[in-house]
């Protein structure tokens, strides 16, 4: 079946520090790959996405390609904000499955300190 | 309102009650799912929705018990809960189930069985 892998957290940056989550999954065919972010208090929000390999997703100053040889999809900023601070999912949704459905990684807690 | 809203945003129940959890959005979307997050799993997806039919049911326990009464509204009955069923339940909707349209969440109820 369809799984994501994501590093385990916290992780703790300085502001202006660079920030990598790394996200690795494994999937069938070829699926499309996703960041979301979880502010605290909130819901999830699309931060990035990416359909195809070679692929890069791009927003807010965050980046993720989409590596296919590597099934992997890496985020990553270079420059991070106490406002940055929270919790980013991986996710995947198979283009062979019926239905919108996303499989998610457990989430990596990032905490931007001043 | 705008976006995805859910009520209640914090939900205390004993394990012999019964409640609902209810879901809105106003975006004018097709698809409407539940999701349950608990602190030491990964996101997972529990029932879908799609044009008011029920397109995905996860292997939810029958205490759960999903309503769609129309596309923009979306219930979750709860009755004879377990403690581990205490969680964070978030709704999301899209356009329609198709996996290249976004997901938008609402900010979830945080639900206690006691």
């Known amino acids: 079946g369809n799984s994501v892998t994501q590093m385990e957290g916290p992780v703790t940056l300085s502001e202006e520090a660079f920030l990598t989550i790394n996200c690795t999954y494994t999937?069938?065919?070829?699926?499309?790959l996703f960041w979301y972010v979880q502010y605290p208090g909130e819901g999830l929000q699309l931060l990035l996405k990416?359909?195809?390999?070679?692929d890069k997703g791009s927003n807010k100053g965050f980046e993720a390609t989409y590596r296919k040889e590597t099934t992997s999809f890496h985020l990553e900023k270079g420059s991070v904000q106490v406002s940055d601070s929270a919790v980013y999912f991986c996710?995947?949704?198979?283009?062979?499955?019926?239905?919108?459905?996303?499989?998610f990684g457990g989430g990596t807690r990032v905490l931007v300190k001043p | 309102e705008t976006g995805v809203t859910q009520t209640p945003r914090h939900l205390v129940m004993g394990m012999t009650n019964k409640k609902s959890l209810k879901c809105e959005q106003h975006?004018?979307?097709?698809?409407m799912y539940w999701y349950k997050q608990s602190a030491k799993k990964p996101l997972e997806l529990m029932f879908v929705?799609?044009?008011?039919?029920?397109?995905e049911n996860n292997s939810v326990p029958s205490r759960f018990s999903p309503e769609c009464p129309n596309s923009s509204h979306l219930f979750l009955h709860l009755h004879t809960l377990q403690p581990e069923d205490s969680a964070l339940y978030l709704c999301?909707?899209?356009?329609?189930?198709?996996?290249?349209?976004?997901?938008?969440f609402g900010p979830g109820t945080r639900l206690t069985v006691t």
């Open positions: 996710a995947l949704a198979h283009s062979e499955a019926a239905g919108n459905k996303l499989t």
């Open positions: 999301a909707s899209s356009q329609d189930i198709r996996e290249f349209y976004e997901q938008y």
């Open positions: 929705y799609n044009f008011k039919e029920q397109t």
């Open positions: 975006l004018g979307h097709n698809a």
């Open positions: 999937a069938t065919g070829y699926p499309s």
């Open positions: 990416a359909t195809k390999a070679d």
